[in-house]
Structures are given as structure tokens and as C-alpha cells.
């Protein structure tokens, strides 16, 4: 019988016995709270569905290639955090992104000092060597941590790039002196598009699932210092993605062009300060525009964006995305989010703590607010988190990374000198989503009394065997017991784990039986499996 509705009781409780407990209880021990409930009613219906889930990722972007070069003794344990769908002990080993966003280099780090770029750990590798030649041993720790995505069943690859390679920008650099304009010397897209085609042909012949090219980033900001980028206009990008399109039908490398990588959502529906670099959506999916980019081979009706600058507050992102969504939708776009970290300003103090009081339990919270309304309301089909590593410095705690690195002369020693490593809550809360919600896993409808301090999403297996419902509760003094019940399916669920994650416990798993309730504890993000008869 095909599932079709899941019923869900749930009473809110004063937790008087409650805590997180460094030790997580046995997967076949069910939790047996002190409680007093509250009723709440949530129902799930299987019947109703939305978007299609394509993957969740992260960066490599830039300290992962010191790390797969130099940190020989711990990059195994550090990979297997990121890639692992391994649950032993009652503890993930890792998150499982199913995303892995590469960067290719604009070649800086050959430069050295002469790249203009003051940061050594911001310059970055290039496989097309100033003679013209390919030299496929450069980025050899980004390959290492290619190869471990690979071994441990990632299935998606994305390649990106933020320059051109040096060789063929105005100024010889990997950071643009163009300003609203593209770094791309004039005669030189032809030889930009073959480049991004050849390294994407030579990963594919090599076995490595690569799904997806972006050939710019941000193209809304100029890009004049510090890191390598470059500003762009749409009509640079829209003749760029033509002439990329034309090589990887040359080379016959079956990968899809990601247009996007916006520098937050409102560039892709508005026009937003500079009209020839926004309202993305209309001008390149809109058959009369100039820059229509919708009819070509390798292009999928596909757009992605980044979630700054639009995120200080609950009903202000849920706005925006709302916007975001109808705009994709009345084109037939399908939107992914391909970056975010918690790097803007702005906050509500009323949502957030602000930085100086802030744990990492706090901005990873934060972090699921965010990806539940780029699910929910903007209807992404992939998430990804800016970087998967670095230096924790100047006080940002887990703003900008999952994994913190020390290297080891300290904060500001040199990263090809091994140091330690540490997963952050970030990494954690990530998983809760990653590691549970598949690629091919369909969001599904979910009737609650949603609020910012309470919310949830509930995805199904391609198979329908399997429900994932993924649940934040930011209240401090309330838990959440789920007792459950379900109509349209045969019988009831076959079992129920759930994964919770709080400022002490790391996707620690449990079980109940499938009439028992889950506990939902304070400040946390729970991930409820229920397999399905």
C-alpha cells in the first residue's frame, strides 16, 4: 500500500529530568523522561510533495589542500568526518556529504608573493602550468581528499571556479582590477571554457562522479583584493557558459553547468544595485533576452544562490526565499543553495545571542534555521556549507568552517606544519540533515504550529520504505515528545531511531519502539528515522 499519511502527537514538556549526557544512551535503550506535556499536533503527509533532494556539501576551499598534503597522520580521521555514513557504537563517525565542491585554483600559489595576494593560505593551485601544459600532480591534497569523497561513496561532485586561471585575465592576476567587468581577457573565453572542460574530462575518465561546473563566483562583487575572484556581468557569464557548453560537448564530458553562485538570493529576483549584474533569473531563462541561456546542451534549468546577507531574521528570510521560490517557479528553475556561513551582520538580538556571547552550539543552531527555510521556503534541492575546513582565528569560533584546524605554531602558524584538528557543532548539526536526507529522498508535506523556535521537515526514501523527519528545538526550558501514530501505511513503522545533536552530544543515536515517544531535548537538532513495514 502506498504510504500516505503519518500522524504525529506531540506534547511539549518541561523536561524536569532531561541533560545532555556525554554518553549516549544504547540504540536499543528508549529514553524515559520525567515530563510535563503540553499537546501539540503534527501530521506528515506522504501524499503531498515537494522538491527532490540532489545533495548536501561543503568547500574544499583552501586549507584543504594543505591538510591532504601535509597532515598525513590525521587527514584519514579528518576525511571520515566529512564522508563517513558509518554509525558505530551509537555515534556517526561522519556527516556523509553526498556534495563535494572543488576548487579550481586560478594558479596564485605559483605566483607566490608576486600574486598581489598577502595571505599564502588564500592563494590557490592551478593545473594549467605557465608553459600551457596540464600538470595533473598540482592540488595533490585536494585530490587526496577527492579520492577519500570517492572511496566513501560520495556521489556529487561540483567544480567551481572564482578566476579565470592567471594566464588568461587582464592583469595577470587571480584577483580582478576589471571592477563590475570581467578579469577574462577578451579573447580568451574560448580558452577558459576548454580549460574548465579538460580538468572536469580528465576527473570523469578517472572514474570521480563529477556532476557539475560553476564557472564563476559571486560575479556581483568586483573582487579587487585579498583572495582571487572577479566581477562579472551577466552577459560575460551567459557568453562564457555558451562557449562552456560548446567544449564540454567537444570533450563529451556529460556534466551539467551550475549558472549562479549569486551573492545572496535577492541578485537572482531583483534588480539589485547593479541591474546588469541581478535579476539573474529573468535575463538568462527568459527565451528573449540576450543572455538566454536555457536551450544549450549542458544547461539544466538550474540556478544557484548563496544565503548571506539575507538571513538576520526568521520572518525576514523566509521573505526573501519566498520571493526567491516563485520567481525559479514561474520559470521552471530549480534552485540550490552552494554556500553559507554565518558571515554577515545585522542579527536580531531577539534571535541571536550576537557574536561576543555566542557558543558553537549557538551558531550552529542558528546554521539550522537557515537551511530550514532554504528547504522549505525557497525549495532548494542542494544545500552546501562554505568551508569544510580551517584556522578558527580572530575569535570566530565555527562561523566559517566544520572542521577547526591548529596548526602547529598555533592560530597563526603555518598549516603545512600538522597540528590538531577539532569537529565543530557545526559539523554536527549539518549532519543531522546530510547524513540522513539522500539524494533522491522527496520532501514531504508536514502540518505543525511552526514558529522560530520550534521547526521541522520530513523528507521520504526514493523506495518509501523509509521516513526522515529533522527536527530544531531552540526552546531552553521545553522538550518535545513525539508520540506517534499513522494512517496509510501497513501496519506501523517497522522501527524509530532518532540522532540528536546538542552543545554535548554529537548525532548520539537511540531507539524506541515504534509506540514508544522520542524526546526532543532543549537546544538541540534531532534527525527521527522511522523505517517503514
Same mark, same amino acid.
Given at each position: 500500500?502506498?504510504?500516505?499519511?503519518?500522524?504525529?502527537?506531540?506534547?511539549?514538556?518541561?523536561?524536569?529530568?532531561?541533560?545532555?549526557?556525554?554518553?549516549? *544512551?544504547? &540504540?536499543?535503550?528508549?529514553?524515559?523522561?520525567?515530563?510535563?506535556?503540553?499537546?501539540?499536533?503534527?501530521?506528515?503527509?506522504?501524499?503531498?510533495?515537494?522538491?527532490?533532494?540532489?545533495?548536501?556539501?561543503?568547500?574544499?576551499?583552501?586549507?584543504?589542500?594543505?591538510?591532504?598534503?601535509?597532515?598525513?597522520?590525521?587527514?584519514?580521521?579528518?576525511?571520515?568526518?566529512?564522508?563517513?555514513?558509518?554509525?558505530?557504537?551509537?555515534?556517526?563517525?561522519?556527516?556523509?556529504?553526498?556534495? #563535494?565542491?572543488?576548487?579550481?585554483?586560478?594558479?596564485?600559489?605559483?605566483?607566490?608573493?608576486?600574486?598581489? =595576494?598577502?595571505?599564502?593560505?588564500?592563494?590557490?593551485?592551478?593545473?594549467?602550468?605557465?608553459?600551457?601544459?596540464?600538470?595533473?600532480?598540482?592540488?595533490?591534497?585536494?585530490?587526496?581528499?577527492?579520492?577519500?569523497?570517492?572511496?566513501?561513496?560520495?556521489?556529487?561532485?561540483?567544480?567551481?571556479?572564482?578566476? +579565470?586561471?592567471?594566464?588568461?585575465?587582464?592583469?595577470?592576476?587571480?584577483?580582478?582590477?576589471?571592477?563590475?567587468?570581467?578579469?577574462?581577457?577578451?579573447?580568451?573565453?574560448?580558452?577558459?571554457?576548454?580549460? /574548465?572542460?579538460?580538468?572536469?574530462?580528465?576527473?570523469?575518465?578517472?572514474?570521480? &562522479?563529477?556532476?557539475?561546473?560553476?564557472?564563476?563566483?559571486?560575479?556581483?562583487?568586483?573582487?579587487?583584493?585579498?583572495?582571487?575572484?572577479?566581477?562579472?556581468?551577466?552577459?560575460?557569464?551567459?557568453?562564457?557558459?555558451?562557449?562552456?557548453?560548446?567544449?564540454?560537448?567537444?570533450?563529451?564530458?556529460?556534466?551539467? !553547468?551550475? +549558472?549562479?553562485?549569486?551573492?545572496?538570493?535577492?541578485?537572482?529576483?531583483?534588480?539589485?544595485?547593479?541591474?546588469?549584474?541581478?535579476?539573474?533569473?529573468?535575463?538568462?531563462?527568459?527565451?528573449?533576452?540576450?543572455?538566454? =541561456?536555457?536551450? @544549450?546542451?549542458?544547461?539544466?534549468? @538550474?540556478?544557484?544562490?548563496?544565503?548571506?546577507?539575507?538571513?538576520?531574521? #526568521?520572518?525576514?528570510?523566509?521573505?526573501?526565499?519566498?520571493?526567491?521560490? %516563485?520567481?525559479?517557479?514561474?520559470?521552471?528553475?530549480? *534552485?540550490?543553495?552552494?554556500?553559507?556561513?554565518?558571515?554577515?551582520?545585522?542579527?536580531?538580538?531577539?534571535?541571536?545571542?550576537?557574536?561576543?556571547? %555566542?557558543?558553537?552550539?549557538? !551558531? %550552529?543552531?542558528?546554521?539550522?534555521?537557515?537551511?530550514?527555510?532554504? *528547504?522549505?521556503?525557497?525549495?532548494?534541492?542542494? #544545500?552546501?556549507?562554505?568551508?569544510?575546513?580551517?584556522?578558527?582565528?580572530?575569535?570566530?569560533?565555527?562561523?566559517?568552517?566544520?572542521?577547526? /584546524?591548529?596548526?602547529?605554531?598555533?592560530?597563526?602558524?603555518? /598549516?603545512?606544519?600538522?597540528?590538531?584538528?577539532?569537529?565543530?557543532?557545526?559539523?554536527?548539526?549539518?549532519?543531522?540533515?546530510?547524513?540522513? !536526507?539522500? &539524494?533522491?529522498?522527496?520532501?514531504?508535506?508536514?502540518?505543525?504550529?511552526?514558529?522560530?523556535?520550534?521547526?521541522?521537515?520530513? #523528507?521520504?526514501?526514493?523506495?518509501?520504505?523509509?521516513?526522515?523527519?529533522?527536527?530544531?528545538?531552540?526552546?531552553?526550558?521545553?522538550?518535545?515528545?513525539?508520540?506517534?501514530?499513522?494512517?496509510?501505511?501497513?501496519?506501523?513503522?517497522?522501527?524509530?531511531?532518532?540522532?540528536?545533536?546538542?552543545?554535548?552530544?554529537? /548525532?548520539?543515536?537511540?531507539?524506541?519502539?515504534?509506540?514508544?515517544?522520542?524526546?526532543?531535548?532543549?537546544?538541540?537538532?534531532?534527525?527521527?528515522?522511522?523505517?517503514?513495514?
Amino acid at each position: 500500500m502506498k504510504p500516505s499519511l503519518l500522524l504525529l502527537s506531540i506534547a511539549s514538556a518541561l523536561l524536569a529530568g532531561c541533560s545532555d549526557s556525554d554518553s549516549p *544512551l544504547t &540504540p536499543d535503550t528508549p529514553q524515559q523522561p520525567d515530563f510535563v506535556s503540553v499537546e501539540k499536533a503534527v501530521s506528515i503527509d506522504a501524499g503531498t510533495t515537494y522538491q527532490t533532494m540532489r545533495g548536501f556539501g561543503a568547500s574544499d576551499c583552501w586549507t584543504a589542500d594543505y591538510v591532504g598534503q601535509y597532515w598525513t597522520r590525521q587527514r584519514d580521521a579528518i576525511s571520515e568526518l566529512l564522508f563517513s555514513t558509518d554509525i558505530a557504537d551509537g555515534r556517526a563517525k561522519g556527516i556523509g556529504l553526498s556534495q #563535494w565542491r572543488v576548487n579550481l585554483g586560478g594558479g596564485t600559489a605559483a605566483q607566490g608573493d608576486a600574486s598581489g =595576494i598577502d595571505e599564502k593560505t588564500r592563494r590557490a593551485a592551478s593545473f594549467l602550468t605557465g608553459t600551457g601544459q596540464y600538470d595533473w600532480n598540482n592540488c595533490r591534497g585536494q585530490q587526496y581528499f577527492m579520492q577519500r569523497a570517492k572511496d566513501m561513496g560520495c556521489p556529487s561532485f561540483v567544480l567551481f571556479s572564482n578566476t +579565470p586561471p592567471v594566464q588568461f585575465t587582464r592583469n595577470g592576476k587571480g584577483f580582478s582590477a576589471s571592477g563590475a567587468c570581467s578579469n577574462l581577457k577578451e579573447d580568451a573565453y574560448d580558452d577558459f571554457a576548454d580549460y /574548465l572542460a579538460t580538468v572536469a574530462q580528465h576527473y570523469l575518465h578517472a572514474g570521480y &562522479p563529477v556532476t557539475h561546473l560553476s564557472p564563476v563566483n559571486e560575479p556581483q562583487y568586483n573582487w579587487d583584493s585579498g583572495q582571487e575572484g572577479s566581477g562579472w556581468q551577466n552577459s560575460e557569464v551567459a557568453r562564457l557558459i555558451r562557449e562552456l557548453d560548446r567544449a564540454l560537448t567537444d570533450k563529451q564530458a556529460d556534466v551539467t !553547468i551550475l +549558472p549562479g553562485e549569486a551573492g545572496d538570493w535577492e541578485y537572482l529576483y531583483k534588480t539589485k544595485g547593479d541591474a546588469t549584474r541581478s535579476n539573474v533569473i529573468a535575463d538568462f531563462f527568459t527565451p528573449s533576452s540576450a543572455d538566454y =541561456i536555457g536551450n @544549450l546542451k549542458h544547461t539544466a534549468n @538550474l540556478l544557484c544562490g548563496h544565503s548571506y546577507w539575507t538571513d538576520g531574521t #526568521w520572518n525576514g528570510m523566509r521573505k526573501v526565499r519566498q520571493q526567491v521560490a %516563485a520567481a525559479a517557479q514561474a520559470k521552471g528553475i530549480e *534552485l540550490w543553495q552552494s554556500e553559507w556561513s554565518m558571515l554577515g551582520d545585522g542579527y536580531s538580538s531577539e534571535e541571536f545571542v550576537g557574536y561576543d556571547k %555566542a557558543t558553537e552550539m549557538d !551558531i %550552529a543552531l542558528y546554521m539550522s534555521k537557515v537551511i530550514h527555510n532554504d *528547504l522549505t521556503q525557497a525549495g532548494v534541492g542542494s #544545500w552546501s556549507f562554505w568551508t569544510s575546513m580551517d584556522v578558527p582565528r580572530w575569535g570566530h569560533q565555527n562561523r566559517f568552517l566544520l572542521i577547526a /584546524l591548529t596548526p602547529a605554531g598555533g592560530e597563526n602558524g603555518d /598549516l603545512a606544519q600538522e597540528g590538531s584538528y577539532r569537529p565543530t557543532a557545526t559539523l554536527w548539526v549539518l549532519g543531522n540533515y546530510s547524513r540522513f !536526507i539522500r &539524494p533522491g529522498y522527496v520532501r514531504i508535506r508536514m502540518d505543525y504550529n511552526e514558529s522560530r523556535h520550534f521547526f521541522a521537515s520530513a #523528507w521520504m526514501s526514493p523506495d518509501k520504505k523509509e521516513v526522515v523527519a529533522v527536527y530544531t528545538n531552540l526552546t531552553s526550558d521545553k522538550g518535545i515528545r513525539l508520540s506517534e501514530t499513522h494512517t496509510g501505511w501497513q501496519g506501523k513503522a517497522a522501527s524509530v531511531r532518532f540522532y540528536t545533536t546538542t552543545a554535548r552530544k554529537q /548525532l548520539a543515536e537511540s531507539s524506541v519502539s515504534p509506540d514508544g515517544p522520542v524526546v526532543l531535548e532543549p537546544m538541540s537538532v534531532t534527525t527521527v528515522v522511522y523505517q517503514l513495514n
